[in-house]
């Protein structure tokens, strides 16, 4: 499958990376199509991986996915189109952190209002779909880094959409646990995790960790 991915922070190249390997023809998307680290991903990820700008990515891929900076991901994906994203998936790993006044970070947007949905608002014809922006990248694509059963969630209005990305979350990423939360007003959970998710980091010291949702028996 040919896939955009649009970041080239170590969210989009590991993201890109992965999906090279699964076999997808993977264009890595940029401000420029000649950027430093797209180009050295590009030459480290091998044939089926490609560079260009936010709208090349976006005009190349069935899917895309949204690996940029969370207060310049409605920028670029601007920049990458409103048409060239018209009825297809967006897979949106991007969290609203505002580091302007410093660590840890706060969230621009959240409690009745996320930037999934901002996004989903901005481009209407797209099918954003947000999820594994609970975890960190490596985590993404590799959950055996996490030992034992953690759970990844999806938020998206489009229920077509949303199996498409079960499938790749579970058949090629490899995450056993999906928890389908509904709406994508439920990316305001997810996305407020990060509260939590950075606490965490600096008390465990290591960013391989999940949650792991446990129901009862009945
Ligand atoms: N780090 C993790 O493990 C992790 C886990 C979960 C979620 N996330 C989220 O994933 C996203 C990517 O994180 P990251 O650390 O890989 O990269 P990042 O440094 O947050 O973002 C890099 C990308 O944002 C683009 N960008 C920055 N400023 C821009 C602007 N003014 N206009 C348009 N595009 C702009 C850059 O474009 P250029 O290519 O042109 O420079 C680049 O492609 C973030 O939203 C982050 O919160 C990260």
């Not at 949905?117 to 996490?146: H, S, W, Y």
Request: aromatic share 6%; glycine share 14%.
């Amino acid at each position: 499958m040919k896939i955009g991915v649009l970041g080239t922070g170590m969210v989009g190249t590991t993201i890109g990376s992965k999906l090279v390997a699964l076999g997808h023809e993977v264009k890595l998307g940029s401000r420029t199509a000649d950027n430093p680290k797209a180009v050295q991903w590009v030459a480290a990820a091998g044939g089926r991986a490609s560079t260009g700008t936010f709208a090349e990515s976006a005009r190349h891929g069935e899917i895309v996915f949204n690996c940029t900076n969370g207060g310049a991901s409605l920028d670029a994906l601007a920049a990458a189109g409103a048409d060239a994203l018209a009825d297809k998936v967006l897979v949106d790993l991007a969290n609203p952190l505002d580091f302007s006044r410093g660590a840890p970070p706060t969230l621009f947007v959240g409690n009745d209002d996320s930037l999934g949905e901002r996004i989903q608002r901005a481009f209407p014809r797209t099918r954003v779909v947000k999820t594994l922006n609970t975890v960190n990248c490596n985590v993404m694509v590799d959950p055996g880094r996490v030992p034992g059963p953690h759970t990844v969630f999806v938020s998206g209005n489009d229920p077509g959409a949303k199996a498409t990305v079960i499938e790749l979350l579970r058949g090629g990423f490899g995450h056993g646990d999906v928890i389908d939360l509904g709406d994508i007003t439920t990316a305001r959970g997810t996305e407020a995790w990060l509260h939590l998710w950075l606490r965490l980091w600096g008390v465990l010291r290591t960013p391989d960790f999940g949650i792991q949702v446990v129901r009862s028996r009945a």
